[in-house]
């Protein structure tokens, strides 16, 4: 069975700094996609980036990247010029290609507080 | 577009009373899917509905059931409730291709007494 891990619980970063939240997954497929959703305190889960296991190049949106090590089954989240507003729960999550586009195995999420 | 609505946000319950929920997609989504939230086990897959079809079902009880609508709307349901299944219920909706992301709704937070 696939898993997904995210090592820190917590993490915090000064306004206008990088930061990385690292994910390692487990799994023995060789297609498959990597999320990275984020749950601000309004509870909604908010996709943030989305990686392809058959793409190479590391997916980028505006401030949020991915470097993205299939090798290692390494998944980590740079965010850039990090803002308030980018406070939140973090979410790192997995999903098979070709299986249920329902079934998503979630890591346990990183907290990532913003200092102004 | 309306994203995800789900209803009602927040609902007090009592052991051994059943509950419904409900989840609207967003127009266009044939998929709806169904997470438990919880401090402890995190997020877990319960049900994902397409077409009015079950297609997938995680490790949950039989008190766990769901059903979608012609519409795409689809209802949770949770019959003897435990203390323990006190949580966040997410619902998200996707075109339900390959690729396609979810889209979650804010979510209805069951507290069991």
């Known amino acids: 069975a696939q898993t997904v891990t995210q090592s820190q619980p917590e993490m915090s970063v000064q306004e206008a700094e990088t930061v990385t939240l690292s994910c390692t997954y487990d799994t023995s497929e060789s297609d498959y996609y990597l999320f990275w959703y984020k749950q601000p305190p309004s509870r909604q889960m908010i996709l943030v980036i989305r990686q392809e296991a058959y793409k190479q190049q590391n997916a980028t949106e505006n401030r949020f990247s991915v470097n993205f090590q299939k090798a290692a089954k390494s998944f980590s989240l740079k965010i850039s010029d990090s803002q308030l507003g980018d406070a939140a729960m973090y979410f790192c999550a997995y999903r098979n290609y070709g299986g249920s586009q329902g079934n998503l195995i979630f890591g346990k999420g990183t907290k990532l507080s913003v200092k102004p | 577009k309306a994203g995800v609505t789900q209803t009602p946000r927040y609902l007090i319950k009592t052991r051994g009373q059943q509950v419904t929920l409900s989840c609207s997609p967003i127009s266009g989504h044939r998929s709806v899917s169904w997470y438990q939230q919880t401090p402890g086990q995190g997020l877990q897959f319960l049900f994902e509905y397409f077409s009015e079809t079950q297609r997938n079902k995680g490790n949950f009880p039989g008190r766990f059931s769901g059903r979608q609508f012609s519409n795409s709307r689809s209802e949770m349901n949770v019959s003897t409730l435990e203390l323990g299944d006190s949580a966040l219920y997410l619902c998200?909706?996707?075109?339900?291709?390959?690729?396609?992301?979810?889209?979650f709704g804010n979510g209805t937070r069951l507290t069991v007494t």
């Open positions: 998200a909706s996707s075109l339900g291709g390959q690729g396609a992301p979810l889209h």
